[in-house]
């Protein structure tokens, strides 16, 4: 008869812990209301129209900027920085951490990808509809907040201001620069940012319930 082992640090901080499977509910929700708005469509709705002439507007051109953060959610960019999150997530003994750093960004990327087809809207012929670049840094940005706040302990206010500060933080940037370049409708950015709300904080919410669930096995097994 074996020891239930030690608890290990969960994937999400005490509130998240409470707010994740909403949050992620309400995203996925907002992510097809919105896809089913544009379904089918081809060109800029008012929408769109209203965000490009704000962005064109109020954002200094740096053409090279913006290349430099679209390349942020290139896949092979993805796939470094996954495996480096993952690295730092082992390092400092945060197993479910380092799962999450490879299956978030893995399943937002199925999931955009997925979801393209379902949707059907195009940008010059090309599926956009969610952002998969949107999507991925934000996924990556998502996962280290969490690993920041495992590292620094932090307090559940700060908790949610790092996750809230880091999801939208890199969202917008990589909107900007998608719209500034034309690569994308703002309102198919806006998908891809809820596209990896949903998955990630889905994601990390089955994480901590299975590892309950498996220690609530063993702990019976013990007691049996």
């Known amino acids: 008869m074996t020891e239930p082992s030690a608890a290990e640090p969960t994937a999400l901080p005490g509130p998240w812990r409470r707010w994740a499977p909403w949050v992620a509910g309400g995203a996925a929700v907002a992510v097809t209301a919105l896809g089913t708005r544009y379904e089918g469509l081809s060109g800029a709705s008012r929408t769109d129209r209203v965000l490009e002439v704000a962005v064109a507007s109020w954002v200094p051109d740096t053409v090279r900027g ?16 996954a495996g480096l999150l993952a690295a730092v997530a082992l390092a400092v003994g945060h197993r ?40 991925a840094l934000t996924a990556l940005a998502i996962v280290t907040a969490l690993l920041l706040i495992s590292i620094m302990r932090a307090g559940a206010a700060t908790s949610v201001l790092l996750v809230l500060a880091a999801a939208f933080g890199a969202g917008t940037a990589m909107a900007i620069a998608l719209t500034a370049l034309d690569i994308h409708y703002p309102t198919d950015t806006i998908g891809g940012f ?31």
């Open 96 to 135: 479910r951490l380092a799962v999450l750093a490879v299956v978030g960004p893995g399943l937002t990327g199925v999931a955009t990808t997925g979801l393209k087809p379902v949707f059907d809207r195009t940008l010059e012929g090309v599926p956009a509809y969610p952002s998969g670049h949107t999507a």
């Open 194 to 224: 809820g596209t990896a709300v949903a998955v990630v904080l889905g994601t990390a919410a089955v994480l901590d319930r299975l590892a309950s669930a498996r220690r609530l096995g063993a702990g019976r097994g013990v007691s049996s």
């Open 66 to 81: 913006f290349w430099l953060v679209q390349a942020l959610g290139n896949p092979a960019t993805v796939i470094v920085m």
